[in-house]
């Protein structure tokens, strides 16, 4: 469970350059939601996402994973509640490492690190069947150095490294935005399956509003630093895009004649 109160986050305070990003959010993911999270570029969705993960510190509010409070943890400490997929495929392996020994960093989160990657049998074995399972011939390549993969490759493996031990929040930043689109699709439907069999509690931004409305049990939209819209379940299901963009429209109190110019709207 993730729960978020009071955030506001301010970048170069007292400046000409002063950008509130954050104005005080509030948000709370029960065990099992999977929230999409959609907004126009500087409405607050990365800088949300990067205070959660600690990449930023708010200047003020709170953050609680499954109740512990994460506000002020260094980042690397409060990775071992988080999983997290970024934009950008070449960000989430290492890319001089075996597949085999990103996943096997992987599978430690939260224990005591060590220099040493686990060769056990039982564990390549594992390992073998996880990579299977994505359908992108992975299975047989596990002494292979992640940097000579294409960037779908390295992205379902970098799901696959997020998920390996269950996250109490994963965290999903347009992660399928660099993919072309058949490769992006295919992301997508692994993430389904990661979340729904693992019954993961998720956050994905991201600018396509037909991907918010296909996926997830939530939706969440934000505009200038706050949350303006939430709907779930059966409201979330009744949407369109149309709908989507009226109820932007109205919550924002703007209107705009094109809105490809704010969100990837599909024909």
């Known amino acids: 469970m993730l729960e978020i109160q009071g955030l506001k986050k301010t970048f170069f305070p007292n400046t000409p350059n002063e950008k509130k990003a954050l104005r005080g959010v509030n948000l709370k993911l029960e065990e099992g939601d999977w929230t999409t999270v959609i907004g126009s570029n500087g409405s607050g969705k990365s800088t949300l996402m990067n205070c959660i993960a600690g990449m930023f510190l708010p200047d003020s509010g709170t953050i609680k994973i499954d109740g512990v409070d994460v506000t002020r943890m260094p980042e690397h400490i ?74 779908g490759q390295r992205q379902a493996i970098t799901l696959l490294m997020a998920t390996l031990v269950k996250p109490q929040i994963l965290l999903l930043d347009e992660h399928t935005a660099a993919l072309d689109p058949k490769t992006a699709e295919k992301v997508l439907n692994l993430t389904k399956k990661r979340i729904t069999e693992g019954h993961l509690t998720a956050l994905m931004i991201t600018h396509n509003m037909r991907d918010a409305l296909r996926f997830g049990n939530r939706l969440i939209m934000m505009h200038n630093g706050r949350v303006i819209i939430d709907v779930r379940d059966k409201e979330k299901e009744n949407l369109t895009v149309p709908l989507l963009l009226q109820m932007f429209e109205k919550a924002s109190g703007m209107e705009f004649d094109n809105p490809e110019a704010i969100f990837t709207v599909p024909a």
């Open 78 to 151: 409060r990775a071992q509640y988080i999983g997290r997929v970024f934009q950008d495929p070449m960000l989430g392996t290492a890319a001089d490492m075996q597949v085999g020994e990103n996943l096997a960093m992987a599978s430690r989160r939260g224990q005591k690190l060590s220099l040493k990657w686990s060769a056990d049998p039982k564990q390549t074995a594992e390992f073998t069947q996880a990579l299977a399972e994505l359908d992108l011939g992975l299975e047989s390549r596990l002494t292979t150095r992640i940097g000579t993969l294409s960037g």
